[in-house]
């Protein structure tokens, strides 16, 4: 990544050196060279930033001086997505330590330069951006004087009408809300930037409301008819302050609660009637969604440094958070201005995965009713029925290669039936609902890990359990497989011979 910093140190040398050398004859080279290495030396990275970071100010909000200057362009340098230098030095963005790092600034002046940073107050730093071009205070009141005019163009709102269709004229509208403890994510539930529709090349006047002067929006005390703020901040007249604030106050008081054609309207029940409403975007709820996002995904120390550990294959053991599966969308397509201040000042916002739920897919279903009637089916074993059923129809195995035949059927049957008994148990946590199930005891005790305890000590169940395989093979399988009409009825002899089979390995079922 490029050193910012760095950078515009040399910039600024570069610049400071080339306008030095107006004042001397290019045939002295002797000054010209010496002058270049006092300039240098000035410029020198360490020694620069721990005497620009400790210029004291006469005035925060207005910078004047050179050096003044010199350090609020510093401040207000671009780093890292978009954060000024300001905004890492006071989280202490490991960002800031590596590129002083990197121009030869040891730790205890890394500290006194961050130190002497945090001791200026952010919001002096949008005076600067705003009137960079007119520092002195005779300028700011003319541009002021300017910007009173233009705000009759706009109108305070807090949820944008364009966000739905470029093109909509109105609403109108301010709401802020109460706040009230009920969980939800609403207007008044949480503390969210204003937002101003105004025309595209007037926004520096949503700029100038965004201020902040002691912590309180300009906004704020124009809504309040506050005069003196200005009388202070600006050192103007209360009669040009009084008449800034008449101005002003247009951009608060021009609601408009018409609706447009573009807007998106619904139905909505009420009593025994409807009411039609249209749907607007709360933009300061959905810029300041953005603002929480991106400093999950993007500008958070912890992100930076696991990220970078991920890049150099390193290993880390930082924990963060993110939030995967965005949209982004942009309002406005090139001309974001045309939307809103703050759509003009995020440019984009976020929409949640909004796909439905993946449902897992279930080859295992863990029975509600009955084992024998929801988890296995009769027909995985017709092969194996129209086997016995020829067998059967040799007037009854009489030889012992035809009952080591038979036996041999009836142990794929059950060697089947424990292997499904097996997988159920494995779904039963997930799946097994009490007040859903109408199995029988003896099954939930085969089958839920719950009742593993009774399943080990008690036979009571196993008894119960194994006359019910027995009966559900001979009289339920097999005859419904081979049909009425073609299956031999056997008396209770076959019965008690399969119940003897299955005690041999009852067993079996209860592990």
């Given at each position: 990544?490029e050193?910012v910093?760095?950078?515009h140190i040399?910039?600024?040398k570069?610049?400071?050196?080339k306008?030095s050398?107006?004042?001397y004859?290019?045939?002295?080279?002797?000054k010209r060279?010496n002058?270049?290495?006092k300039?240098?030396?000035?410029y020198?990275?360490?020694?620069?930033?721990?005497h620009?970071s400790?210029?004291?100010l006469?005035n925060?909000y207005?910078?004047?001086?050179e050096?003044e200057?010199?350090?609020y362009?510093?401040?207000?340098?671009k780093?890292?997505?978009g954060q000024?230098?300001?905004?890492l030095?006071?989280?202490?963005?490991p960002?800031?330590?590596?590129?002083?790092?990197?121009i030869?600034i040891?730790?205890?002046d890394?500290?006194k330069?961050?130190s002497n940073?945090g001791?200026?107050?952010?919001?002096t730093l949008?005076?600067?951006?705003?009137f960079e071009e007119e520092l002195?205070l005779?300028?700011?009141?003319s541009?002021?004087?300017?910007?009173?005019?233009?705000s009759s163009q706009g109108t305070?709102?807090?949820?944008?009408a364009?966000?739905?269709?470029p093109s909509?004229?109105?609403p109108?509208?301010i709401y802020?809300g109460?706040f009230?403890?009920?969980?939800f994510l609403?207007?008044?539930n949480n503390k969210v930037?204003?937002?101003?529709?105004?025309n595209?090349?007037k926004l520096k006047?949503?700029?100038f409301?965004s201020?902040?002067?002691k912590?309180v929006s300009?906004?704020e005390y124009?809504?309040?008819?506050?005069?003196?703020?200005?009388?202070?901040?600006?050192?103007?007249?209360?009669?040009?302050?009084?008449?800034?604030i008449?101005?002003?106050?247009?951009c608060?008081?021009s609601?408009?609660?018409r609706?447009?054609r573009?807007?998106k309207?619904?139905y909505f029940p009420a009593?025994?009637?409807y009411?039609?409403?249209?749907?607007?975007?709360?933009?300061g709820?959905t810029f300041?969604?953005?603002?929480?996002?991106?400093?999950l995904n993007k500008?958070s120390?912890d992100?930076?440094?696991?990220?970078k550990?991920?890049k150099?294959?390193?290993y880390?053991n930082?924990?963060f958070?993110t939030?995967?599966n965005?949209t982004?969308?942009?309002y406005?397509?090139e001309h974001p201005?045309?939307?809103?201040?703050?759509?003009?000042?995020?440019q984009?916002?976020?929409l949640?995965n909004?796909?439905?739920?993946?449902l897992e897919?279930?080859d295992?279903?863990?029975?509600k009713?009955d084992?024998f009637k929801?988890?296995?089916s009769i027909w995985e074993?017709?092969?194996?029925?129209?086997?016995?059923h020829?067998?059967y129809?040799?007037?009854y195995?009489?030889?012992?290669?035809?009952?080591?035949e038979?036996d041999?059927?009836?142990g794929?049957?059950?060697?089947s039936?424990?292997?499904?008994m097996y997988?159920?148990r494995?779904?039963?946590?997930?799946?097994?609902y009490?007040k859903?199930s109408k199995?029988?005891?003896?099954?939930?005790v085969w089958?839920?890990?719950?009742?593993?305890e009774e399943r080990?000590?008690?036979?009571d169940w196993?008894?119960?359990?194994?006359k019910?395989?027995?009966?559900?093979?001979?009289?339920?399988?097999?005859k419904?497989?081979?049909?009425?009409k073609?299956?031999?009825k056997f008396g209770?002899?076959?019965?008690?011979?399969?119940?003897?089979?299955?005690e041999?390995?009852k067993?079996s079922?209860r592990?």
């Amino acid at each position: 990544m490029e050193n910012v910093i760095q950078k515009h140190i040399d910039s600024l040398k570069k610049k400071r050196i080339k306008s030095s050398l107006l004042l001397y004859d290019e045939e002295d080279k002797k000054k010209r060279d010496n002058l270049k290495i006092k300039i240098g030396n000035k410029y020198e990275y360490g020694k620069w930033l721990l005497h620009i970071s400790s210029v004291k100010l006469d005035n925060e909000y207005f910078p004047i001086l050179e050096e003044e200057i010199d350090l609020y362009a510093l401040l207000t340098l671009k780093i890292f997505y978009g954060q000024r230098l300001k905004q890492l030095c006071d989280v202490k963005h490991p960002l800031i330590y590596e590129f002083l790092r990197k121009i030869k600034i040891d730790d205890s002046d890394i500290e006194k330069i961050i130190s002497n940073i945090g001791q200026i107050k952010i919001e002096t730093l949008d005076y600067y951006l705003l009137f960079e071009e007119e520092l002195e205070l005779e300028k700011i009141e003319s541009r002021i004087d300017i910007l009173a005019q233009d705000s009759s163009q706009g109108t305070i709102i807090s949820h944008s009408a364009k966000m739905t269709h470029p093109s909509c004229r109105y609403p109108k509208i301010i709401y802020e809300g109460k706040f009230r403890n009920d969980g939800f994510l609403r207007t008044g539930n949480n503390k969210v930037d204003f937002d101003m529709q105004i025309n595209a090349v007037k926004l520096k006047v949503f700029k100038f409301f965004s201020l902040k002067y002691k912590g309180v929006s300009l906004k704020e005390y124009i809504a309040n008819d506050n005069y003196n703020i200005f009388v202070e901040l600006f050192n103007v007249s209360e009669e040009k302050s009084k008449f800034w604030i008449k101005k002003f106050s247009s951009c608060l008081r021009s609601q408009d609660y018409r609706t447009d054609r573009f807007i998106k309207q619904v139905y909505f029940p009420a009593d025994s009637s409807y009411h039609v409403l249209s749907l607007l975007h709360p933009s300061g709820l959905t810029f300041k969604f953005k603002d929480k996002i991106d400093y999950l995904n993007k500008y958070s120390s912890d992100r930076y440094i696991a990220n970078k550990k991920k890049k150099e294959d390193k290993y880390s053991n930082i924990e963060f958070a993110t939030v995967p599966n965005l949209t982004e969308i942009k309002y406005g397509g090139e001309h974001p201005k045309n939307i809103s201040g703050l759509n003009n000042k995020y440019q984009s916002h976020y929409l949640l995965n909004s796909m439905p739920p993946v449902l897992e897919s279930r080859d295992i279903h863990f029975p509600k009713v009955d084992f024998f009637k929801n988890s296995i089916s009769i027909w995985e074993f017709k092969s194996i029925f129209f086997s016995l059923h020829y067998l059967y129809k040799r007037d009854y195995p009489k030889n012992m290669e035809i009952r080591d035949e038979r036996d041999g059927y009836y142990g794929e049957i059950i060697d089947s039936i424990i292997e499904r008994m097996y997988a159920v148990r494995e779904v039963s946590t997930k799946q097994y609902y009490e007040k859903n199930s109408k199995l029988k005891h003896h099954q939930k005790v085969w089958l839920i890990e719950a009742y593993k305890e009774e399943r080990e000590n008690d036979d009571d169940w196993l008894e119960k359990l194994i006359k019910e395989i027995a009966r559900w093979i001979v009289s339920v399988g097999y005859k419904k497989v081979v049909g009425k009409k073609e299956y031999i009825k056997f008396g209770n002899g076959e019965y008690l011979y399969l119940l003897q089979l299955l005690e041999e390995q009852k067993e079996s079922f209860r592990w």
